[in-house]
């Protein structure tokens, strides 16, 4: 069973999800893995977390101030130093791209959390929105492939990449990532 459980005192509170698997074959288990991180989040800001998202959902909690937030977890973004930030998806092999990601939550969200195995990440999402406006020529599009990181067959995802040297820049909040991601 999964679960999450609280670690630490009370100067610094940190929640640890613990998977009692030892693989994430299916897009399912993916998925309820990353609600899990999503609760313990939430648990760690005192945010409400949305149960029962779905396509088209721009934003993951709500605070008690009533401000909406979306949160990625960009676990990859520690090694590369960039976030991967989606803005179109695919779910048949190419032939029509859906907006997705960002390009969701930029009109839904107040707030995009980007959270990797150091940091977490606040941005106001009127500055987020208008930065990726002044410099979306200068980010490198990427692209992913089909079967990694929990893709079905035939689904992609389309994204700018920026290094957080430049996204420090218009950060409103940088602190050590409360949520631990146990590894299988």
Known sequence: MNGIRHLGDSDKNTYQVAHHSTDMRSVSDFI?????????????????????QSTGDGFDF???DNAKIEAKFDW????????????????????SWKPSGHAISAQQADYWVVIN????RMYKMTELNQFVDENRSSF?????RTGINHNREGQYA????I???????IVFLKM??????KKA
């Open 32 to 52: 309820y893995s990353e609600s899990e991180h999503e609760r313990a989040l939430a648990a760690f800001m005192q945010w409400e977390y949305i149960e029962g």
């Open 62 to 64: 709500v605070a008690n």
């Open 76 to 95: 990859g973004s520690i090694k590369t130093g960039n976030h991967f930030l989606e803005y179109s998806q695919t779910n048949d092999n190419m032939r």
């Open 117 to 120: 195995e150091d940091w977490l």
């Open 140 to 144: 490198k599009v990427k692209q992913s």
């Open 158 to 161: 389309k994204a700018y990449l």
């Open 163 to 169: 290094p957080f040297v430049f996204l420090d820049s």
């Open 176 to 181: 050590p990532n409360p949520v631990n991601r």
